[in-house]
Nanobody
Framework: QVQLVESGGGLVQPGGSLRLSCAASGITFSAYAMNWYRQAPGKERELVASITSAGGKTNYADSVKGRFTIARDNALNTGYLQMNNLKPEDTAVYYC?????????WGQGTQVTVSS
């Protein structure tokens, strides 16, 4: 059974930083790409960042380029999203995601709130 568990969200002031983690189990984590999505109230879920299975290639939404960094440690079956210079518009529930055999798997999400 594939399970993804996010952690690391919270309340932070504008300009602050957070690091989200996504612990994976039930899969050979190193075999699959990993994504981070977010969903703000009243908005559709959007792709924030992606990383290939070995971590050699990453992609980012234009809105987070230069501020967010996606990474993974396959030995620990864990993915990360380092978020710097956070802005109020980054407030959302953040989800990690992977696709295994054409099936989407999601974590439960972690709330990130950027506010003074």
């Amino acid at each position: 059974q594939v399970q993804l568990v996010e952690s690391g969200g919270g309340l932070v002031q504008p300009g602050g930083s957070l690091r989200l983690s996504c612990a994976a189990s039930g899969i050979t984590f190193s075999a699959y790409a990993m994504n981070w999505y977010r969903q703000a109230p009243g908005k559709e879920r959007e792709l924030v960042a992606s990383i290939t299975s070995a971590g050699g290639k990453t992609n980012y939404a234009d809105s987070v380029k230069g501020r967010f960094t996606i990474a993974r440690d396959n030995a620990l079956n864990t993915g990360y999203l380092q978020m710097n210079n956070l802005k109020p518009e980054d407030t959302a529930v953040y989800y990690c995601n992977t696709v295994v055999m054409f099936s989407n798997y999601w974590g439960q999400g972690t709330q990130v709130t950027v506010s003074s």
